[in-house]
């Protein structure tokens, strides 16, 4: 399956499950929640295409449909979002992590979500 350019792999579709779950289904922008996380979507500040980012939590946020398309559509604000949710610091930290070069072991992060998952079922 692919989104955009961007091919999703068994290991996407287990840790946008994973995160969903973690963070109880609800919009992080709007703060609306949603049974079982169906309306939401996993985006990537830093897009799936960088690899070293791809699975990482701090990159990614738990958006409503509307509020994904909303910061697609309009990235500088996106931008002013993720800096004040994460703060200088740790917006930076996460800027030299997808500047990184890095290719994920697939079997690896699928395995790991797996088990992320079932953890959190107990």
């Excluded at 973690?22 to 919009?27: P, S, V």
């Excluded at 985006?43 to 958006?63: I, P, Q, T």
Aim: net charge positive; charged share 35%; glycine share 6%.
């Amino acid at each position: 399956m692919s989104f955009g350019t961007i091919k999703r792999r068994t290991s996407d579709i287990l840790f946008s499950k994973y995160l969903r779950k973690l963070r109880n289904y609800i919009c992080e922008k709007c703060g609306r929640f949603f049974p079982e996380g169906k309306g939401l979507q996993v985006s990537h500040y830093w897009g799936r295409k960088a690899e070293s980012v791809r699975f990482d939590e701090e990159n990614c946020d738990v958006l409503c449909i509307g509020d994904h398309q909303r910061f697609e559509e309009n990235p500088s604000e996106y931008h002013a979002w993720k800096f004040n949710r994460l703060g200088k610091r740790k917006y930076d930290m996460l800027n030299v992590r997808a500047h990184t070069l890095g290719k994920r072991d697939d079997k690896l992060a699928t395995m790991i979500f797996k088990q992320k998952l079932k953890d959190l079922e107990k």
